[in-house]
Structures are given as structure tokens and as C-alpha cells.
């Protein structure tokens, strides 16, 4: 197997287990990792395919993905910060309601 394979399965693998965590876990910063590890999986197959076909955009779409994921992150916390205010917990089902 080449190397662009072995980084394909394993971008593969890591957003076949982040949307298992996105989808079975409760824990909202669970969720927030889960999110993460998808974005992270499209990151390496992007780069993955760029350097197989000797193209600059898949890296360049790469930067955009990571200032993405930086901007969920911050607004995630602060949501988690907000739902620890309002409800005394983090888990998403504690939070039914948007009032507080």
C-alpha cells in the first residue's frame, strides 16, 4: 500500500470515530472533541490528496478548516460556560430549553 492509502484509512477511521462520539456520547465537550476529530479527518485527507496530485489547494483549504475549528472551539466554551450558569451542568440533556 502506498502512503496516500494508509492516511486515507486512517482519516477514515478517525471521522468514522468522531461521528461516533458526536452521535453516542452525551457530554457536551464530548461532542465539542468529536467535532473536533471529524474537522481533523478532512484536514488529512485534504492534505493527503494535495500532496498526491502536487496541488496548493487542499493546503490552503486546510488553513481555512483550522480557523474554523478554532472559532467552534471558543464559541463552544462559551455556550458550555452559559449552560453551566443557567443549569448547574454541561450535559445536553440537561439544557431542553433556551430559558434559563
Avoid at 73 to 85: H, Q
Amino acid at each position: 500500500m502506498t502512503n496516500e492509502i494508509l492516511i486515507q484509512l486512517l482519516a477514515a477511521f478517525l471521522f468514522t470515530v468522531g461521528m461516533l462520539i458526536v452521535l453516542l456520547r452525551r457530554d457536551t465537550i464530548m461532542i465539542l472533541m468529536g467535532i473536533e476529530l471529524l474537522l481533523n479527518a478532512a484536514n488529512l485527507s485534504l492534505v493527503a490528496f494535495s500532496k498526491a496530485g502536487n496541488m496548493i489547494e487542499g493546503q490552503v483549504q486546510v488553513f481555512f478548516i483550522i480557523t474554523i475549528a478554532a472559532a467552534e472551539s471558543a464559541i463552544g466554551l462559551s455556550i458550555l460556560v452559559n449552560l453551566y450558569r443557567n443549569f448547574g451542568s454541561i450535559k445536553t440533556t440537561t439544557a431542553t430549553t433556551l430559558k434559563g
